[in-house]
C-alpha cells in the first residue's frame, strides 16, 4: 500500500469501530461521535475499559497492534459484563465482530468501576503471558534480536554457533512492511514448519494480490548513525527466493522483511566505485583497510616436503582444505587442443617451472589424463588461511613454503551474471554503488548492472525495443536512483555467498548491526553431545579495537551482587513488618 491507500485503510478501520461500538460508548456516558474521530476515540475506550492512555501508542505500532486488539476486544466487553469464557472466545474468534451483536442486540450495562484484576490463577497467568509476549515483540522488532551465525563467511571475525544481539536502533528500526505476522519469529512457523505471515509470495500473481495489498511502505525510524564502510551488518538476503531450503520447489517472492536474514561486512557504501583485486577490494583506488578484528581468508597454495603429514593437515586444519593441485608437463601443453582441454577442465593456473604447469582442479576423466599426461600433486594443496596463518605456518611440519592463490579466468557466475561483464570471486572490474538521488548514464552495456536496481528494488517496467531502453514506457538514456545501495562481503572470502554473486543491497534491506555475542558453541550443527562452550567469547562484543574480551565474569558478579543485595532487602522488609 502506499500512503493514500493507508489513510483510507485507517479511515474504514474507523467506520467499523464506529458502527460497532457508538451504542456502548453511550451507554458509557460519552457521546456518540466520540467513537467516530481517529485517535481521539481510542483516548476515550482506553477510559471506557479502564485502561491507561499509552496503550494507544501500542495500537498503532504494526505487529504490536495485533497482540493488542485482541486484548482491547476482550476488556471493551467485560466493562460491560461479558466476562464468560464464551464471550472472550467469540470476541477472539470473530475478530471482534462479536462486539456489533452486543452493540446491537443485547441489553449491557456499563461497569464504571470494574476490578481489572484477574479474578484466578489462570487469569493471572494468561495475563502475565499476553504481556510479556508484548515487551518482547516490541524488542525483537524495534530494539534488539537475537541471530546466530549458521555459515563460516565471517569465520575468524564471528564464528559458527556465535550467538549475537543485533541492534536495531543503530541504523534506526525498520518498520515491519508484513502487518499480519505471528510475533516473535522470522519468516516460520516452529513446529508447523509454515509461513508466519499472510503474504502471496506467487511469482505470478504477488503484484496484484489483494493480501499484499496490505503491505506497508517502507520506512525507517531515526537511528544515530549511518552504515559506514567495514561495519558488520545483518540485512534480509535480496536473492532470497526460496520457500524452504534444501527443497526442490517453485521460487517465491517474500516480503522483504521476511527474506532470509544475512550477516556480512558492508565494504562499500553509497558513492563509492569499487574494484576487486586478487581477491582485496580496493574503493575509489585505493585498498581498503580493514578494522584490526577482522580476519580475511584467502586461498593459498601449500607446498610440503614429500607429502602432506597429519601433523601438517592438523596444523592447517582439515576444514581449510579447498582444492587439488596437479601438474602437466610443458611438452604436453604444446599440443595442438591442449588448451582448448585445460579451459574444458576448469583448470587455474597456479605457477610455472622449466619442466611443468600447475594447476588447482582435477581431471577425473582418464582419458583427458592421459592426454595431458597429468598427475595429482602429494606435496601441494589448496588451503583456506588468513595471511598472518600462511606467514606463521611456513617452515613448520614440513611446510616448506605458502602463497597466495586468485581465480584470473573470468567467467559469468559472477555479478551481473553476463558476459559483457564477467569476472571472479577475486576479481573483478570497477563498480558503482548506487546513492540516492544519483543519475547514471543508462545504455545496453551498462543495463545488467542496473537491471535489477530498476525493475526489482525500485518498481518499475521495464523493457529494451532493440537498441531502447524503455522504463515506465519512456525512453531512458538515464536512471537515477531511489534509495541508497551497499556492497556486503565475508571475510572469508572463498566461503562466502555475497554481493560478488547477487549484487547489491538496497537501504530498505538493512537490519542492524550485531553488537554483543551471548553465547558461542563449538559444533552447532554436530549435535548436542558434540557441543563444547567457547567460554573466551561469552559476553564479548563484536565491534571494537584489539582482541575481543568477554565480560562474563563481570556479569556473574553483578548478578551474585544483585542476589545478595535483594536477600538482604527482604530480610530487613520481613523484619520491619
Not at 451507554?27 to 466520540?34: I, V
Not at 599440443?335 to 617451472?353: G, Y
Amino acid at each position: 500500500m502506499n500512503g493514500t491507500q493507508w489513510i483510507i485503510f485507517i479511515l474504514s478501520i474507523q467506520v467499523i469501530h464506529f458502527l460497532g461500538t457508538w451504542k456502548l460508548y453511550l451507554k458509557a456516558g460519552r457521546k456518540a461521535w466520540e467513537a467516530a474521530i481517529p485517535v481521539y476515540n481510542a483516548i476515550v475506550l482506553m477510559q471506557i475499559i479502564n485502561r491507561p492512555k499509552w496503550w494507544v501508542i501500542l495500537l498503532f505500532i504494526p505487529i504490536i497492534n495485533l497482540l493488542m486488539f485482541p486484548v482491547v476486544w476482550v476488556e471493551t466487553l467485560r466493562s460491560f459484563g461479558k466476562n464468560s469464557l464464551l464471550d472472550t472466545w467469540l470476541a477472539i474468534l470473530t475478530l471482534g465482530l462479536y462486539i456489533y451483536y452486543v452493540n446491537y442486540f443485547e441489553d449491557v450495562k456499563y461497569i464504571e468501576n470494574r476490578d481489572i484484576h484477574p479474578k484466578s490463577a489462570l487469569g493471572e497467568w494468561v495475563s502475565s503471558i499476553v504481556f510479556a509476549i508484548v515487551a518482547a515483540t516490541l524488542v525483537h522488532t524495534y530494539l534488539i534480536q537475537p541471530f546466530v551465525i549458521p555459515t563460516s563467511s565471517l569465520e575468524k571475525t564471528l564464528l559458527v554457533g556465535d550467538f549475537l544481539f543485533v541492534s536495531k536502533f543503530h541504523y534506526g528500526a525498520r518498520i515491519p512492511m508484513t502487518t499480519v505476522a505471528a510475533p516473535m519469529v522470522h519468516d516460520t512457523l516452529p513446529v508447523l514448519k509454515t509461513r508466519s505471515y499472510v503474504a502471496d509470495v506467487d511469482p505470478a500473481t504477488y503484484r496484484t494480490s489483494i493480501w499484499n495489498k496490505l503491505q506497508l511502505p517502507y520506512l525507517r525510524l531515526p537511528g544515530f548513525k549511518k552504515v559506514k564502510r567495514n561495519d558488520i551488518v545483518v540485512f534480509s538476503w535480496p536473492a532470497d527466493t526460496v520457500y524452504q531450503f534444501f527443497k526442490k520447489q517453485k521460487g517465491v517472492r517474500k516480503p522483504i522483511d521476511k527474506k532470509s536474514n544475512y550477516v556480512k561486512r558492508c565494504v562499500g557504501v553509497p558513492g563509492d566505485s569499487l574494484t576487486i583485486k586478487d581477491g582485496y577490494v580496493y574503493i575509489n583506488g585505493e585498498k581498503t583497510v580493514l578494522p584490526y578484528r577482522a580476519k580475511p581468508e584467502f586461498l593459498h597454495t601449500v607446498t610440503v616436503e614429500g607429502q602432506f603429514s597429519n601433523a601438517a593437515i592438523e596444523l592447517l586444519g582439515r576444514e581449510n582444505l579447498s582444492g587439488n593441485v596437479i601438474r602437466v608437463p610443458n611438452s604436453s601443453l604444446q599440443q595442438e587442443r591442449a588448451s582448448e582441454v585445460i579451459t574444458a577442465m576448469n583448470l587455474e593456473l597456479i605457477k610455472s617451472d622449466s619442466t611443468y604447469t600447475y594447476y588447482a582442479g582435477n581431471i577425473g576423466n582418464q582419458k583427458v589424463k592421459e592426454y595431458l599426461k597429468s598427475e595429482d600433486m602429494k606435496n601441494m594443496a589448496l588451503f583456506n588461511l588468513t595471511e598472518a596463518e600462511a606467514k606463521n605456518y611456513t617452515g613448520k611440519d614440513g611446510i616448506t613454503s605458502i602463497d597466495k592463490f586468485s581465480y584470473k579466468i573470468p567467467d559469468t557466475s559472477i555479478f551481473p551474471q553476463d558476459a559483457a561483464h564477467s569476472g571472479t570471486v577475486d576479481n573483478m572490474a570497477s563498480i558503482y554503488i548506487p546513492e540516492k538521488g544519483k543519475t547514471v548514464p543508462l545504455n545496453l552495456e551498462v543495463l545488467p548492472i542496473y537491471e535489477k536496481i530498476i525493475k526489482e528494488y525500485e518498481g518499475n517496467d521495464l523493457k529494451v525495443n532493440g537498441n531502447q531502453i524503455l522504463i515506465n514506457g519512456e525512453v531512458s538514456n538515464s536512471y537515477t536512483f531511489n534509495q541508497n545501495y551497499y556492497w556486503m562481503m565475508g571475510d572469508n572470502r572463498h566461503r562466502s555467498e555475497d554481493s560478488r554473486f547477487w549484487g547489491y543491497v538496497p537501504e530498505d534491506h538493512i537490519v542492524g548491526t550485531p553488537i554483543f555475542i551471548w553465547m558461542s558453541i563449538d559444533g552447532i550443527n554436530d549435535g548436542m553431545s558434540n557441543w563444547k562452550v567457547r567460554w573466551d567469547r561469552v559476553f564479548t562484543t563484536v565491534n571494537g579495537d584489539g582482541e575481543p574480551t568477554s565480560y562474563f565474569k563481570y556479569f556473574l558478579i553483578l548478578l551474585a551482587a544483585w542476589f545478595i543485595f535483594d536477600f538482604f532487602r527482604k530480610k530487613k522488609t520481613a523484619a520491619n513488618k
